[in-house]
């Protein structure tokens, strides 16, 4: 078993069931894909699931510190920024609670990634500045 899926594993035990079920993840990509599930879900419960939120982000932040590698399907940051970060301004409620769970200075790397989904640069310094606003007046810790 990869490291990355290890990792998996041990931080969603809720994906437990879908792996033994056949769902075979061949590449991070694959685990992205229910991660992101995972994570739009956990804004639909009331209230909304910090704690499944907060592994999402933590997972995603591990797998932004591992070494590149050369293999688009093994690369870890490459399937975390297509399969996380490019799809949140798609998501209104992910995007809304952004500043509780990333840094300006993230936020500001990912900037060509949320610029992908967002069709103009209105669009881009709305949700720019939507977040900015929001990040002042939080004073919790960043996960990524």
């Not at 290890?6 to 437990?16: G, V």
């Not at 879908?18 to 075979?24: C, G, H, I, L, V």
């Not at 050369?70 to 970060?85: Q, W, Y």
Request: one cysteine or more.
């Amino acid at each position: 078993m990869e490291d990355w899926l290890t990792k998996a594993r041990e931080s969603f035990p809720e994906l437990l069931d879908k792996t033994s079920q056949n769902r075979d993840y061949n590449s991070p990509t694959d685990l992205w894909i229910d991660l992101f599930g995972l994570l739009a879900n956990s804004y639909k419960e009331q209230p909304i699931n910090d704690d499944l939120i907060g592994r999402i982000y933590d997972y995603a932040a591990w797998c932004f510190a591992q070494p590149q590698t050369d293999d688009v399907e093994t690369d870890l940051s490459s399937a975390t920024a297509v399969g996380l970060i490019e799809d949140i301004p798609l998501d209104p409620k992910i995007s809304d609670d952004l500043y509780r769970w990333m840094s300006v200075e993230s936020f500001l790397g990912f900037e060509n990634l949320f610029r992908n989904h967002l069709d103009t640069e209105d669009a881009y310094r709305s949700f720019r500045d939507q977040f900015m606003e929001k990040k002042k007046r939080y004073a919790g810790p960043s996960r990524i």
